[in-house]
């Protein structure tokens, strides 16, 4: 089964759970097919933990959720090395982090020790306790969610933390029609306890390395590159995005064209993933938030401005 009947099937199974989130829902495995991260950010109530328990039951996955407070302990998360008497020797305890598929619920929460060890195993896919190192399995994900609204008592992730995720992804409300559709689902049962399997563990892995298959011409690299300078030249951007940034603008950019059957890159396959991949990599100027000028909005106006390979100018 190639990568886009594949994506199709988990999409069509997850949005028997998630109703008229199309688009965010595609941004997650997009994520998923470039072995990414994703970050959540919404306020409560809008299916945050639900999308991710429904991908992870669909790709039959092991799941966990951590729900970060304050005084949760890196330990918590790694796991810990516990004392067997009747091996007489010190034995490892996974923590939630050993899953195919984690939440990291309300990620702004936690305190940045706690962060940085949630963070680190995302990079590294392994987990080092006492000196000892396991690795984590694969496929490997975090859903790192937070509340936008609520910041009292929440330890903001820094910039360079922020760059370690894929994309970011804002739920929203759903609008009237899917919110009634909604209300029907849940009337006697909620629609996740019936949700099966759709796809495999091996299907979900070849299809990530078929992505990465996928051509992209000298010319979209460069245009990618433009793209990612020009944040870094505008006037109410403070810092732009990294060449993280760049990389991770061009493995989406090859997982959107996959999901349209398509075996190369075109500059609207960039463009589709500009905001989702580069708004929260970049910093905006205090005289831009002053002005209420939010980040989407200017990664949107970069992508104007930034001429597309083989275009015309008039």
């Known amino acids: ?26 941004r997650l495995l997009i994520a998923l097919l470039c072995r990414g991260h994703v970050l959540i950010e919404d306020v409560p109530g809008v299916g945050k933990t639900v999308l991710a328990k429904s991908l992870a039951r669909s790709l039959g996955c092991t799941f966990s959720r951590i729900q970060c407070t304050p005084d949760i302990l890196p330990s918590d998360i790694t796991g810990i090395s516990m004392y067997n008497q009747k091996t007489g020797e010190f034995e490892y305890r996974p923590g939630p982090i050993v899953a195919q598929v984690v939440l990291a619920d309300e ?16 990079e590294e896919r392994q987990v080092t306790v006492d000196g000892n190192t396991s ?42 029609e899917a919110e009634v559709a909604l209300l029907g689902q849940q009337r006697e049962e909620h629609p996740l306890d019936s949700l099966s399997q759709v796809v495999s563990v091996e ?23 433009d793209v990612v300078g ?23 950019a ?10 190369y890159v075109v500059p609207d396959d960039v463009k589709a ?21 939010e980040a989407a909005s200017l990664v949107e106006e970069v992508v104007g401005r930034v001429a597309v390979p083989g275009a015309r100018v008039n």
């Open 1 to 26: 089964m190639d990568q886009p009947s594949i994506a199709r099937k988990v999409m069509e199974n997850v949005e028997r759970v998630i109703v008229g989130k199309h688009d965010e829902v595609e």
């Open 107 to 122: 990620v702004n929460r936690a305190t940045p020790k706690t962060q940085s060890a949630l963070l680190e195993a995302m």
């Open 135 to 176: 690795p984590l399995p694969d496929p490997f994900m975090v859903l790192a969610t937070q509340n936008p609204i609520e910041y009292e008592g929440t330890f903001p992730l820094p910039e360079a933390q922020l760059d370690r995720f894929l994309v970011r992804v804002n739920l929203g409300y759903p609008d009237a």
């Open 203 to 225: 299907e979900v892995l070849a299809s990530q390395h078929a992505v990465r298959q996928v051509y992209i011409d000298d010319l979209i690299k460069r245009y990618i590159v």
């Open 230 to 252: 020009a944040t870094r030249e505008h006037q109410d951007i403070y810092l732009g995005a990294s060449p993280r940034g760049s990389l991770a603008l061009m493995r989406t």
């Open 254 to 263: 090859q997982a959107h064209a996959a999901l349209r059957e398509r075996d």
């Open 273 to 293: 993933m500009a905001t989702s991949v580069l708004a929260h990599r970049i910093i905006v100027s205090p005289s831009a938030r002053i002005r209420n000028i």
